[in-house]
């Protein structure tokens, strides 16, 4: 039998590859549940993100990049949501015990979870097609959370770091585009290792009145800002921060798709009142990381616009949706 494939059993498995020592828990891994404690006058921000093979990642992707992914998703919402990250659960379906997939996998997740003091506090493990379910906690002052609900008429619009990055090297792995290694190289990171956008979520609290990662595509994800919220937006296409790989390729109909509908990116949208702009400005380069403000929030009856450079309406592409 392959070394990577010995008989480990479940209670080995979690023990060796999920147990690390908590810095935020009153107990973790082990007992029938995690016992938490959340801050006085805190809230408990929870979010759940279920990845499956061949859905949301390639069969055979690499599980270090995936340990990274899967918990860097989960990550991204509590950055929406102004949240410190604290605590993680995982429920992971695995085909059989590949111990050298497990050490890679946790060794990615781990790294992630260590950058931002997130305790993994538990899980539960059993067999079956490889899916991977991570449910996570963070926590914010009530009153200081970034909703999507709280974007007003004359809010200015914006966007942090780069777009369509992520859904350009998926095209590329699928075949439907050719991109030279270079551009590989430099795309493939956003599709597999986004970095979640902790730090400026926490930094927008009492500065954004909205905001929301985006995960599904910039037009279908502000589309959700736009009706909680109850109101419109105006976007000019020109001033999007497109990937620097975009400029080389020169394809309009590719570049639009992936900066308007893209999914995966993990950058973080928001709304802010305009006379927060300079305050902004020096987040960006406190924590150097491009935020560019890309449109207003305008009243509900205008809907979302999108207009080129010569002031043409564009039309907004559909967002991915697992249903439609
Ligand atoms: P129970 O049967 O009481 O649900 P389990 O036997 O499923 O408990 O799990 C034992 C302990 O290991 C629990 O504390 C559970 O939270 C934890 N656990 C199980 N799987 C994982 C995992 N993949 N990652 C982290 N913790 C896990
Ligand atoms: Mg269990």
Partial sequence: MDASTSVVSEFDLIRTYFTRPTRHAVLGVGDDCALLQVQPNNVLAVSTDMLIEGRHFFAHADPRQLGHKCLAVNLSDLAAMGATPRWATLALALPAVDT?????????????????????????????????????????????SLRRAGARVGDALWVSGSLGGAALALQCAQGAVHLNAEQQTAVNPCLHTPEPRVALGLALRGIATAAIDLSDGLCGDLGHVLTQSGVGATIAYANLPRHPVFHELQHTALEQQCVLAGGDDYELLFTAPSRAQRTIEQLAATHQLPLTQIGMITSADTGLVVRDAQGQRLQVPRSFDHFA
């Fill in 100 to 144: 050298a997939w497990l050490r890679e996998f946790s060794a990615g997740l781990f790294a992630l979870a260590n950058r931002f003091e997130l305790d993994l506090v538990g899980g539960d493990t059993t067999r079956g097609p490889l899916a991977i379910c991570i449910t996570i906690a963070g926590e914010v002052p009530a009153a200081q």
